[in-house]
Structures are given as structure tokens and as C-alpha cells.
């Protein structure tokens, strides 16, 4: 696209956000945006990528969100660099950061009007982490009416979130395009995350067990098993090989919803959860008949 380049502008207030943004708002622009809660790595660079192709301004967010931490110890070790945050973002073709501190998003302490996810925000990971997924809608749908891009790009290795959004985005009719990109993985299969500086050489060769259980699990799929629960049996039993890690859940659900499958047909997406020591990992695998 022929963008009009702002060299990496940082906005820290709506107001500044909005002043950055009202020349292009009036032409027209396309606005590409990628909402992040700092820590930006690889993962998001490609979210980032991706828009920078597709639209005229990017703009990334960079928001540590209290709201969608449930454990304040968790939200304290979180990893937040805002000048390596805003270098990668700008490496990677970010015009806008937008860094707000947390008096600007929520002015009273924390917002007295929510956003209820519903039934989706409550199984799988909200069952392990209640009022997560209320946070993630909250946060999100107030960054798409402060930004009012285009199109919002998320990646697909927090399937949930995902799915909650595109029905956040659907139901309340807030106009944006979410466009989902493939979860970037290192050479041995794991996938990138921001946790994954948490962990220690060796939890790092053990976490790689969430990718062989759900290559397994795909590899059953493929050679023809319909039974939904020997697709789950197959990734337990992997998982259980690596006794550090606490198996949270494994689970087959139907490609774009949280459906879960006892009998496998169509496009499925396989979902795991586990932790090891204090670090909860997360990854899915989508798998076609």
C-alpha cells in the first residue's frame, strides 16, 4: 500500500492517538490494528507484517491489561520493555505504538461497565482462569472504539481468544475485520510466546511435548480415527510421558467455534493446555479431513 510513513510516532494519550490519526481517518486510510500487551516477540512482528501489507497505517498497541489477570503475581512478572517493544513494532512496519498508561484506559481504577464474553468465555481456559476472557473482551472492545481500524490481526495460537473476539466483534456490531494469523513456531516446534521467557533451558526442551501431543493427535486424525476421545487419549498420553508437566486439558473442538467433538468430521482444531513448574503454555493444531 502507499502509506504515508510516520516513523514510528508514539502515542501515549486517545487525544494524541486520535491527532495522529484524524488526516488519515479523513482520506480514507486503511488502518491495520494489532492490540498486544507488550512483550512483543517474533509472534506478534508477524501480526504486525501481516498488516503492513494489507493496509495503509499500522498501529500497535502496547497495554499491560490488569483486568485479564486473575493472578496479580502473574501481571507483575509479565514482561514489558516499552522501548524494545517499540523498536520490534517499528522493525516490523508499525507507523503508530500506542502505549497508554493505566489511568488513561481505565480513569476510575477500573471500569464499572464490562464486557461479558457469555458461555465461551467460561470453558477452557476461563474454567482455569475465571474473568480472564471478561478482561480480554472489555480491553479489546475498548481498543477497537478508541483505534477504529480496519482490520485487527490476532494470531492463532490463543485460539479462544480469537473465536471470543470475532464473536465480540460480530455480536456488537463494532465494523472491524479480524483477520487471524498462523502461530509462528521455533525450528523444534514451539510455539513462540511471550511466557516462554520464563522458562529455564531445560523446561524449554520439556515444553516442546505440547507440539508432539498435538502432532500426534493430528496424526491420528489423519489416518482416519473419528473417535474424538482416542484423538484426546493420544495427546494425554503423550504429554504423560514428560512427568513436570500438569496437563491442563487436550481437547478436539470444530474449526472456528469451541464446539467440542466426541465424533471428528470436517476441519477440527485440537486445543492444549498444561503447566510446567509456574508457567501455563498454550497451543492448538488445525487438522482437515
Excluded: W
Excluded at 130 to 157: C, D, N, Q
Excluded at 207 to 219: I, M, P, Q, S, Y
Excluded at 234 to 242: D, K, L
Aim: aromatic letters at 4%.
Amino acid at each position: 500500500m502507499g502509506s504515508e510513513v510516520i516513523g514510528g510516532e508514539l502515542a501515549e494519550t486517545i487525544g494524541d492517538l486520535d491527532r495522529s490519526l484524524a488526516g488519515h481517518r479523513r482520506r480514507g486510510s486503511s488502518i491495520g490494528f494489532i492490540p498486544t500487551l507488550g512483550g512483543l516477540h517474533r509472534g506478534h512482528g508477524a501480526l504486525i507484517e501481516a498488516a503492513r501489507r494489507a493496509n495503509d497505517i499500522v498501529v500497535v498497541s502496547v497495554f499491560l491489561n490488569p483486568t485479564q489477570f486473575g493472578d496479580q503475581a502473574d501481571l507483575a512478572r509479565y514482561p514489558h520493555d516499552l522501548a524494545a517493544d517499540r523498536a520490534l513494532a517499528v522493525s516490523a512496519g508499525a507507523d503508530i505504538v500506542f502505549a497508554p498508561p493505566l489511568e488513561e484506559m481505565y480513569p476510575a481504577g477500573a471500569g464499572l461497565v464490562t464486557v461479558d464474553p457469555g458461555s465461551l468465555g467460561d470453558m477452557l481456559e476461563g474454567a482455569t482462569r475465571p474473568g480472564h476472557f471478561r478482561g480480554v473482551a472489555t480491553v479489546v472492545t475498548k481498543l477497537l472504539a478508541i483505534v477504529a481500524p480496519t482490520a485487527a490481526y490476532f494470531g492463532e495460537k490463543d485460539y479462544q481468544q480469537l473465536v471470543i473476539v470475532r464473536q465480540l466483534v460480530a455480536d456488537l456490531s463494532l465494523g472491524t475485520r479480524v483477520v487471524a494469523c498462523p502461530t509462528v513456531r521455533d525450528p523444534d516446534g514451539l510455539a513462540v510466546s511471550s511466557r516462554n521467557a520464563f522458562l529455564g533451558p531445560s523446561d524449554r526442551r520439556v515444553a516442546t511435548v505440547l507440539f508432539r501431543a498435538l502432532t500426534a493427535g493430528a496424526a491420528v486424525v489423519a489416518a482416519g480415527v473419528a473417535d474424538g476421545t482416542r484423538v484426546e487419549a493420544t495427546m494425554r498420553a503423550t504429554v504423560s510421558a514428560e512427568p513436570a508437566v500438569d496437563l491442563d486439558y487436550a481437547t478436539v473442538v470444530a474449526d472456528g467455534s469451541l464446539e467440542q467433538l466426541t465424533v471428528v468430521a470436517g476441519d477440527v482444531v485440537l486445543l492444549i493446555a498444561a503447566r510446567l513448574g509456574d508457567v501455563r503454555l498454550i497451543d492448538n493444531l488445525r487438522v482437515g479431513r
